[in-house]
């Protein structure tokens, strides 16, 4: 009998321990990386939770640079291009006390210019008619009297030689211009050299996403042009000085791409 009760006790202590040792609260060791050494190190337990079992998983550096990446830069580029044509805006304006006098004047001074330019070397389609105006002007000083009525039309032409420039403002002023509004510098080649500078923006933005992952086999997901406001046109008032090109300056073309790789 007391051989019986010393077994049913030392069975009961064995069914206690192994319960405590069940719910006992289990310690996860956390995980650890070593960037000195391009590896990821991550230490875990077991199902047991005992830590005695724990494992170790090593990830090497070509891994984790093998691992999936989403990229997204900015590629710009400028290319500054001296110009080779303009586009010159020429104003006639006139006055009369009859409007009807004012605008045929106006219009006698036009016709005229068009012809001296196209003696001069300007294609005729190259010159257009931008605007016309016709206004009563008044003088408030002690009342309103009528002053006149001004005509004013605002003509352009195109100039393909920036050499022959000057000779055409002078002949434009010399037979009824009285001014010149802007002159608007352009390329003529503008399309081939904008693709040049697109390509050159595109490449900035592979160099970018090359040096911030450290890899050169990513792959284009998305690719999207951007519209950049930037002069690429040049204005400049009449001046003797119009005959020397050094005066004139470069167009900036630029261009801006959005790229994501992957």
């Known amino acids: 009998m007391k051989r019986l009760l010393t077994t049913f006790f030392a069975f009961t202590l064995l069914l206690v ?9 289990k310690k996860p060791i956390g995980a650890k990386q070593f960037s000195s050494s391009a590896q990821e190190v991550i230490e875990y337990t077991d199902e047991s939770g005992l830590s005695g079992d724990s494992e170790i998983a090593v990830k090497t550096g070509d891994e984790i640079k093998n691992e999936d990446v989403q990229i997204c830069v900015i590629g710009n580029a400028t290319k500054s291009v ?4 303009a586009h010159i805006t020429a104003v006639v304006q ?7 006098k004012s605008k045929d004047d106006n219009f006698e001074i036009f016709n005229k210019c068009i012809d001296v330019l196209v003696k001069a070397g300007i294609a005729k389609e190259n010159i257009v008619l931008d605007s016309y105006i ?4 008044y003088d408030y000083n002690g009342g309103k009297t009528l002053v006149g009525y001004y005509s004013i039309s605002t003509f352009s032409f195109d100039v393909e030689n920036l050499s022959d420039m000057k000779k055409y403002i002078d002949t434009a002023t010399e037979n009824g211009v009285t001014s010149i509004r802007n002159i608007e510098y352009s390329l003529s080649n503008i399309d081939e050299v904008y693709s040049e500078v697109l390509n050159n923006a595109y ?27 930037s002069c690429t046109t040049l204005y400049k008032t009449y001046s003797e000085g119009l005959d020397n090109n050094n005066m004139i300056g470069n167009i900036d073309v630029q261009a801006r791409v959005v790229v994501e790789f992957e």
């Not at 006139?94 to 009807?100: A, C, E, K, N």
């Not at 016709?134 to 002007?137: F, L, R």
């Open 17 to 25: 321990g192994l319960f405590i040792v069940q719910d006992a609260p």
């Open 82 to 85: 001296a110009p080779d044509k």
């Open 94 to 100: 006139t006055l009369d006390m009859d409007m009807v």
């Open 134 to 137: 016709s206004y009563p002007s």
């Open 203 to 229: 490449q900035n933005a592979v160099a970018k996403a090359k040096n911030i992952s450290g890899r050169d086999d990513l792959q284009v997901k998305k690719l999207k042009e951007e519209y950049v406001y």
